[in-house]
Antibody
Framework: QVQLQESGPGLVKPSETLSLTCIVS?????????????WNWIRQPAGKGLEWIGR???????NYNPSLKGRLTMSIDTSKNRFSLKLSSVTAADTAVYYC?????????WGQGTLVTVSS | EIEMTQSPAALSVSPGERATLSCRASQGINRDLAWYQQKPGQSPRLLIYSASTRPTGIPARFSGSGSGTEFTFTISSLQSEDFAVYYC?????????FGQGTKVEIK
């Protein structure tokens, strides 16, 4: 069973960079069934709906939400079974629970989510 | 960006009854629609993709239909564990977008 776990700071100051990592277990990103998966970041402000932040294939191809264009970088390290998110110049509007997800095309597997608060 | 609109915002249903949720896309999305369930304090779970296909392990009481711009999600006989928020999501065009959610509450 594929499992995902987000990690990173829970508090980020305004104008700084939010960095999160998702550790994937239950398979190898460099070979086997999950090596062809897509990996995603989705966020949810408190009490609100879901927003797809970005999507990356194991090959390295990416799709970023245009609303975050210029601030977002996703990367993947298949040798360490992890992928990462960097969101620069954060504001209070970036405060949310951030989920990492993965799947053959959609989000079959989800991390538990990690709350990131942007505040000084 | 394709806008997804769900209705109603909230629905009160008694256990054992049927619940029917709607989702409308601002432009045609063929059948590239998924439904997710989110319980309080939990991550969402994929219930339906391709408008009507259930992933392995999803109970048959959950079903979906529709194509183009109009979609329906049905829970045939509500169980206690089904009270949650349900989101539709289109994946035909980037950025993939979600509806605002329908909360299914106990009547």
């Amino acid at each position: 069973q594929v499992q995902l776990q987000e990690s990173g700071p829970g508090l980020v100051k305004p104008s700084e960079t939010l960095s999160l990592t998702c550790i994937v277990s239950g398979g190898s990103m460099s070979g086997g069934s999950i090596s062809t998966y897509h990996w995603n970041w989705i966020r949810q402000p408190a009490g609100k709906g879901l927003e797809w932040i970005g999507r990356m294939h194991t090959s390295g191809s990416t799709n970023y939400n245009p609303s975050l264009k210029g601030r977002l970088t996703m990367s993947i390290d298949t040798s360490k079974n992890r992928f990462s998110l960097k969101l620069s110049s954060v504001t209070a509007a970036d405060t949310a629970v951030y989920y990492c997800t993965g799947g053959g095309y959609l989000s079959d597997y989800w991390g538990q989510g990690t709350l990131v608060t942007v505040s000084s | 960006e394709i806008e997804m609109t769900q209705s109603p915002a909230a629905l009160s249903v008694s256990p054992g009854e049927r619940a029917t949720l709607s989702c409308r896309a601002s432009q045609g999305i063929n059948r590239d629609l998924a439904w997710y369930q989110q319980k309080p304090g939990q991550s969402p779970r994929l219930l339906i993709y391709s408008a009507s296909t259930r992933p392995t392990g999803i109970p048959a009481r959950f079903s979906g239909s529709g194509s183009g711009t109009e979609f329906t999600f049905t829970i045939s006989s509500l169980q206690s564990e089904d009270f949650a928020v349900y989101y539709c999501q289109q994946y035909i065009d980037w950025p993939w977008t979600f509806g605002q959610g329908t909360k299914v509450e106990i009547k």
